[in-house]
């Protein structure tokens, strides 16, 4: 089936079926079926807590596996309307079997993750992406790992750990520390409980809002949780996952032990469009958006560059449309930017943007 999907995905095939891809040929006979469109059926639907879930997909034979710490886009179709948002892959990747599971907590501003917590069914269609994301253990494993997490970031780093244990290529020493608001409001407490019981797995869980009685760890993330559990930040490799706060935190306490080199991040919730930025942006926007490619070009009118671009008649690619997960990149040619989120410019020559969440500062051209 390999071969035969390379050759529908050809240059040769394109030729014929323009302009239209052959996967849009493909799914008017059965929507699973597809050159290079990824789809999965839903065939498992598990309550995590009151508003987290874990959904198990069968893909089909268009999907390439994960690397665990990877996402994938998600998206569903909704009243003739896709929606699709960003999440991380929770299952193992060394588990026997095509499906693989995301796990996700409902937000009261995530269209997609209430309507997967609240509505998905089995069986029905979700649209994905390839798994993309460089948040992956090394190929050469530490002789000292601590996986961290905070809330629903937990779900990558419990990828981590379940092909670890599954593969039985345990570093050394793992140590996975997590913290939630409660034993109630955490993700994973069976599997976290069996991991308990797993020799060579250190598992410790701190409950920061209703801690259990007895409980020698208690409130957030301290320099001293981790002395406290035998951990050296400068001889740890450290995978973090979870809120801004906890991210923060962990970094600066990591800087200040002399071990930033130590730790890597992922933020396990998109960070928000700063609307008081793009009220900026649209009260200074002065200058022309040229699309060189097309060789149309706009006034600048504030809006992010994806907007613009697809005002003025343009259809680029595009995923998340916030600025996580890559589809939309283009080149800046010339011209400076200001992120919409950080508030930071940039202004570098024939440098990679992502035009969701980029306004222009000026004249900007970009290979469009």
């Not at 035969?4 to 891809?21: D, K, Y």
């Not at 290079?36 to 999907?63: F, H, M, Q, S, Y």
Request: hydrophobic residues 40%.
């Amino acid at each position: 089936m390999g071969v035969v999907r390379s050759a529908l995905a050809s240059r040769a095939v394109g030729t014929v079926t323009q302009p239209h891809h052959v996967d849009h040929y493909l799914e008017k006979l059965h929507p699973m079926w597809t050159a290079e469109a990824v789809r999965a059926r839903v065939v498992g639907i598990e309550r995590e807590t009151d508003n987290a879930t874990t959904v198990t997909l069968r893909p089909n034979g268009a999907w390439a596996g994960f690397t665990p710490g990877q996402h994938v886009e998600f998206g569903v179709e909704v009243d003739g309307v896709r929606k699709v948002r960003v999440f991380s892959v929770s299952s193992s990747a060394a588990a026997k079997g095509r499906t693989f599971s995301v796990s996700v907590k409902a937000h009261p501003d995530g269209f997609v993750s209430r309507f997967l917590n609240s509505k998905l069914a089995s069986g029905e269609l979700v649209h994905l992406s390839q798994a993309k994301g460089e948040f992956v253990l090394p190929a050469t494993l530490p002789d000292d790992l601590l996986l961290l997490s905070g809330g629903s970031g937990i779900t990558p780093v419990m990828s981590m750990l379940r092909t670890l244990v599954d593969s039985g290529r345990l570093p050394r020493r793992v140590t996975f520390l997590h913290y939630a608001r409660s034993r109630a409001d955490e993700m994973f407490t069976d599997q976290l409980d069996a991991f308990e019981r797993t020799e060579g797995v250190d598992v410790v869980r701190i409950y920061t809002r209703e801690p259990l009685p007895g409980a020698e760890l208690t409130g957030r993330f301290t320099l001293d949780h981790l002395r406290a559990i035998g951990v050296d930040p400068t001889a740890a490799l450290t995978y973090l996952c979870g809120p801004a706060g906890l991210i923060g935190t962990v970094r600066e306490a990591y800087e200040a032990e002399g071990a930033a080199d130590q730790l890597r991040m992922e933020y396990f919730k998109v960070p928000t469009v700063d609307p008081a930025l793009l009220a900026e942006a649209a009260a200074q926007a002065v200058g022309t958006l040229s699309f060189d490619a097309s060789g149309a070009e706009t006034a600048n009118n504030g809006n992010t560059i994806l907007e613009q671009a697809e005002a003025a008649g343009l259809t680029p690619e595009y995923g998340c449309r916030m600025g996580v997960c890559n589809t939309c990149a283009i080149k800046k040619l010339h011209g400076a930017v200001r992120h919409v989120i950080t508030g930071e410019v940039c202004a570098n020559t024939d440098e990679t943007i992502k035009p969701c969440v980029n306004v222009p500062v000026g004249d900007v051209a970009v290979a469009l």
